[in-house]
């Protein structure tokens, strides 16, 4: 697939806010195991290849499982997540796929025995950063990162 357009050249001024909050993300204090699994599942709810590969890398990196990578698109039937994880993965799909869930209250009240208001603010903005990159990434069809490995 071809490359639609560069989002980071048309528009440098939105993209350094989108990194700015990206960089809030990535130092409010949330587990950064946690936030790799929030981004790779999201990611693979909105079907962006780039993400899953660089987010499953870095999940990799910090030395997360390949079996918990494997399963995550089957984690409510899997053992191998913590109940924080489960609430933050829920939350997650259901912010992500908003316009059907509507953020239901079970989910909220399961996100909450697990999260402060702080945490969990912070994990909205987690889940709103990682949807804006997948869409920006999806609608420019961002050169995937295997594919520029192979070029090269």
Request: glycine residues 4%; proline residues 3%.
């Amino acid at each position: 697939m071809q490359p639609r357009y560069d989002a980071f050249k048309a528009a440098p001024g939105a993209m350094a806010a989108m990194r700015g909050l990206q960089d809030y993300v990535n130092k409010c204090g949330l587990e950064a195991s946690l936030l790799e699994l929030v981004k790779t599942r999201a990611s693979q709810i909105n079907g962006c290849a780039f993400c899953i590969h660089m987010h499953t890398r870095d999940a990799r990196a910090r030395g997360e499982s390949e079996e918990r990578l494997y399963l995550l698109d089957a984690w409510r039937e899997s053992p191998l997540y913590s109940d924080r994880e489960r609430a933050a993965l829920a939350w997650t799909e259901s912010l992500t796929l908003v316009a059907e869930t509507r953020v239901p209250d079970e989910v909220y009240d399961e996100a909450r025995r697990h999260f402060s208001e702080k945490e969990l603010t912070d994990l909205t903005l987690a889940v709103v950063a990682i949807n804006g990159w997948n869409r920006i990434m999806v609608a420019s069809r961002a050169s995937h990162p295997v594919a520029k490995e192979k070029a090269a």
